[in-house]
T-cell receptor
Framework: DVKVTQSSRYLVKRTGEKVFLECVQD?????MFWYRQDPGLGLRLIYF???????EKGDIPEGYSVSREKKERFSLILESASTNQTSMYLC?????????????????FGDGTRLSIL | SQQGEEDPQALSIQEGENATMNCSYK?????LQWYRQNSGRGLVHLIL?????REKHSGRLRVTLDTSKKSSSLLITASRAADTASYFC??????FGKGITLSVRP
């Protein structure tokens, strides 16, 4: 079974801090994704990556950046955390292809990081 | 935008009953997927149905797709308390709905 591991289940940071959320998958998947999940808004795609060092913006990339230096690891970076970035962050991976165009592959999700910005 | 509607927003049924959840979308799709999310956990993939398919089954789950009506349904038969979760549909280009909260009463 694919395992997607997010480094923290809960994280509390202060406004203005630089925050790193880490995600690792163990099945050699090409695609990796970061979402945020908020009550009443569902899941919204922040960024995704279809290969090492490749990234594309999702629906809400403002205030975030990402890094993918190795195939198995995808990091989400909050450059200067703000209170409106308090949310549940979900990482996912899927097997291959540029999933943004056509999709058609199951995504495997981590259990999420609940981030609070004070 | 490919955002559509999921309905109902919440559904409460008795154990043993069937649960039907619906997902509509606005633009054409190549495929549609259904996911489940248990409280405090990540999403788990249930079924993927492609635009040239009309129905798929997986255990107690049945998914239908009507491209003429731009809608899909997820049917859970003989529901169990363990089916209590949120259910999401995702259209291609990874557009997720807001989810349907299903409560199954023992």
């Amino acid at each position: 079974d694919v395992k997607v591991t997010q480094s923290s289940r809960y994280l509390v940071k202060r406004t203005g801090e630089k925050v790193f959320l880490e995600c690792v998958q163990d099945m050699d998947h090409e695609n990796m994704f970061w979402y945020r999940q908020d009550p009443g808004l569902g899941l919204r795609l922040i960024y995704f990556s279809y290969d090492v060092k490749m990234k594309e913006k999702g629906d809400i990339p403002e205030g975030y950046s990402v890094s993918r230096e190795k195939k198995e690891r995808f990091s989400l970076i909050l450059e200067s955390a703000s209170t409106n970035q308090t949310s549940m962050y979900l990482c996912a991976s899927s097997l291959f292809g540029r999933a943004f165009y056509g999709g058609g592959q199951p995504q495997h999700f981590g259990d999420g990081t609940r981030l609070s910005i004070l | 935008s490919q955002q559509g509607e999921e309905d109902p927003q919440a559904l409460s049924i008795q154990e043993g009953e069937n649960a039907t959840m619906n997902c509509s979308y606005k633009t054409s799709i190549n495929n549609l997927q259904w996911y489940r999310q248990n409280s405090g956990r990540g999403l788990v993939h249930l079924i993927l149905i492609r635009s040239n398919e009309r129905e798929k089954h997986s255990g107690r789950l049945r998914v239908t797709l009507d491209t003429s009506k731009k809608s899909s349904s997820l049917l859970i038969t003989a529901s169990r308390a363990a089916d209590t979760a949120s259910y999401f549909c995702a259209r291609n280009k990874l557009t997720f709905g807001k989810g349907i909260t299903l409560s199954v009463r023992p």
